[in-house]
């Protein structure tokens, strides 16, 4: 069964974090949500949320996928984090999936994962792409190898399908998004 990290912390937009999870979930995909300190976590819009673990107890695990949600002030900390940093470029170097949405893609430019790829982001975190992409897109899910991008709160089920689909099959995916009207 594929393994997903999904670090999260203080201003994650909350639409992006639980709804990868949720759908990742229906897939029966183990997803371990870690905030930096293992606490609960205030999102942008108040709502808190419970962490499952510690981010620097579970960032030397075996992960199929990482992926990162938006809301700021939380991708500018993911951005930050040496774990943070320290998987996103393992799981690049073992061809395994590494995943971002809203300002979160920023933090993979700064890892020097999006040089010369195709990506998205919400329009806030455009000009940090632009410095290393080779193309930026306004397309609601972006794939360039094992590098996949999305634009934002309004994008989150798309995109969590699209992860879906990587992790299983797109049968998988079709069921889910048939079961949620999607």
Not at 88 to 95: E, F, M, P, S, V
Not at 144 to 162: K, M, N
Request: aromatic content about 4%; hydrophobic content about 45%; proline content about 4%.
């Amino acid at each position: 069964m594929p393994q997903v990290l999904v670090p999260f912390t203080q201003g994650v937009e909350e639409i992006e974090l639980i709804a990868v999870v949720d759908i990742l979930r229906r897939a029966n995909i183990t997803v371990t949500m870690a905030s930096l300190d293992g606490q609960a976590v205030v999102g942008r819009s108040g709502i808190t949320i419970h962490a499952g673990a510690k981010l620097g107890k579970v960032a030397n695990q075996a992960w199929d996928m990482l992926v990162l949600p938006g809301g700021l002030p939380n991708a500018d900390l993911l951005k930050e984090n040496p774990d943070v940093k320290k998987v996103a470029q393992a799981l690049a170097k073992q061809d395994k999936y590494v995943a971002a949405i809203c300002a979160a893609p920023a933090a993979l430019a700064h890892f020097g994962l999006l040089d010369d790829k195709q990506a998205t982001s919400h329009p806030c975190a455009q000009q940090a792409l632009e410095q290393h992409v080779h193309t930026y897109q306004e397309q609601a899910v972006v794939e360039d190898s094992t590098i996949i991008t999305s634009r934002g709160a309004g994008t989150a089920i798309a995109f969590a399908l699209h992860l879906v689909v990587r992790l299983t099959d797109q049968q998988t995916a079709d069921s889910i998004k048939s079961a949620i009207l999607a």
